[in-house]
């Protein structure tokens, strides 16, 4: 016997953030994500998305009492499908086929009687940023904000029906690893261009940084698969939120004499310092954040966008700007890994982009789709 229990108390809002701790206790890779972020996405002070959508949290018992299971369920307006689609994330389960089955088929219902007619899962009640996707290969670390899960979870999914929707190529790519030599045949074309400049980011500069992100972005990725032009006031809000995590040695930005024309933005991997936190971060969690953030090396830093305006793409300063910053970061930090986040399959411009800057595939997730119509034709994502 399996008992459902929406999360409405504090006590079963702990038990929905300790849950996967215990589930993941003996797995060396797990990290536990921050409470904070987690309980901010079902905080409708927090989350935008209640505006346009509606969330509920469940707790799965069985007659011992004991949590086999959680999951969130949730419909959001603004997810533009071609068959009204509910998500389904934050899902936790015992290695039962059982179990899972009842935990999707209470997530069916619930979306069917909001007249919805497929169900994504594992997605974000928010942006796809975070929190997105079903872990299928590379078990090995997760980074800040990413999903993890056991390798078991394919099958659960799987055996109930669901399919994939579109994969998640996570690249990645050492810093002391050989570059393209069309990477420095360019860096030393354009180094010889008095017009061509390089600059790394400063923590000093942001307002001036905020404004050349937003130009370069707008015209670089605003019109590729669907983006949004960016405004600069929200970018410089969000620049001076990650000021405390900003390495300025490992961001750059690239110059035709005073015109912002390419970028290559990077932070460091949050969860090499998190990891040690067991998702708590009061006030002296925080003060640990930093003696780690001081003391520990932190290896790994991730890519959050790259971009060239359109009228110096395919010039080659895109190999400018990677070999003049990997020289510099090589020497002035403790990094060896990039790691880039995920592309979805569906967008081989960006995969070829990745392709380009001398990456591997190092871990996929996929965004899983169930149709509630057995008999309709299941379709993947469209390539944009």
Not at 281 to 287: D, H, R, S, T
Request: glycine share 6%.
């Amino acid at each position: 016997m399996i008992i459902a229990e929406e999360v409405l108390n504090e006590k079963q809002k702990k038990e929905f953030l300790e849950f996967p701790s215990r589930l993941y206790q003996h797995d060396k890779n797990y990290i536990r994500p921050l409470d904070k972020d987690i309980e901010d996405i079902f905080n409708p002070e927090k989350n935008k998305f209640f505006k346009n959508g509606e969330c509920k949290r469940f707790l799965f018992k069985n007659k011992k009492n004991e949590t086999t299971g959680k999951v969130a369920v949730f419909v959001n307006k603004l997810y533009k499908q071609n068959l009204p689609t509910g998500g389904i994330g934050f899902f936790d389960c015992i290695n039962d086929q059982e179990t899972a089955n009842f935990i999707f088929d209470h997530c069916k219902q619930w979306l069917q009687e909001r007249g919805m007619e497929a169900m994504d899962g594992p997605v974000n009640f928010g942006e796809r940023d975070k929190f997105w996707g079903l872990l299928t290969e590379g078990f090995i670390e997760p980074l800040y904000g990413m999903n993890y899960n056991f390798p078991y979870y394919v099958n659960l999914f799987e055996n109930y029906g669901f399919k994939i929707y579109f994969e998640q190529l996570c690249f990645s790519r050492p810093v002391f690893g050989e570059v393209s030599r069309v990477f420095t045949v360019m860096h030393e074309k354009h180094r010889r261009n008095p017009a061509i400049s390089a600059l790394p980011m400063k923590k000093d500069h942001l307002e001036k940084f905020a404004k050349d992100f937003t130009e370069i972005y707008n015209k670089a990725w605003a019109s590729h698969g669907g983006g949004k032009q960016m405004e600069e006031g929200k970018v410089l809000k969000m620049f001076k939120t990650m000021k405390p995590i900003i390495n300025e040695h490992i961001s750059w930005f690239v110059y035709e004499h005073e015109k912002p024309i390419a970028m290559w933005m990077n932070i460091p991997d949050l969860n090499q310092w998190f990891k040690y936190l067991n998702g708590k971060f009061g006030l002296v969690e925080k003060l640990k954040f930093l003696w780690y953030k001081r003391f520990k090396k932190n290896q790994k830093m991730v890519g959050l966008v790259f971009g060239v305006i359109p009228e110096w793409q395919k010039k080659g300063i895109d190999g400018y700007m990677i070999w003049e910053g990997t020289q510099h970061l090589r020497k002035n930090t403790d990094f060896t890994v990039t790691e880039l986040q995920w592309i979805g399959d569906f967008n081989p411009k960006m995969i070829k982009i990745a392709e380009s800057l001398d990456s591997t595939i190092t871990r996929k997730l996929a965004t899983y789709r169930y149709v509630f119509d057995r008999a309709k034709t299941f379709e993947r994502h469209l390539i944009i």
